[in-house]
C-alpha cells in the first residue's frame, strides 16, 4: 500500500484494537457495565497506539545526550 496514505502496520493495530474491544465488552459484562468494559478498552487501546507509533521510531536523530529535558 505504498504510496496511499495508509502507514504500514496499521492493519495489525486495527486488528488489536477490535480484540481489546472484544476483550472490553467480555470484562464489562463480567463487571455489570458493558459501557465501562468498552470505555477501559478504548483507553488501552488509545495506550497502545502511542506505544506502537513511538516504538516505530519516526524520529531519526530526536535523541539528544546534552539535552535533560529542562531546555525550551
Do not use: F, K
Not at 60 to 69: A, E, K, N, R, T
Amino acid at each position: 500500500m505504498a504510496g496511499s496514505g495508509w502507514p504500514r502496520g496499521r492493519v495489525q493495530w486495527l486488528l488489536g484494537t477490535a480484540l481489546l474491544l472484544a476483550v472490553g465488552a467480555l470484562v464489562g459484562l463480567v463487571l455489570g457495565s458493558i459501557w465501562l468494559g468498552l470505555l477501559l478498552a478504548a483507553l488501552v487501546s488509545i495506550g497502545w497506539l502511542i506505544a506502537y507509533e513511538s516504538q516505530r521510531g519516526r524520529s531519526p536523530g530526536l535523541h539528544d545526550d546534552d539535552d535533560d529535558g529542562a531546555r525550551l
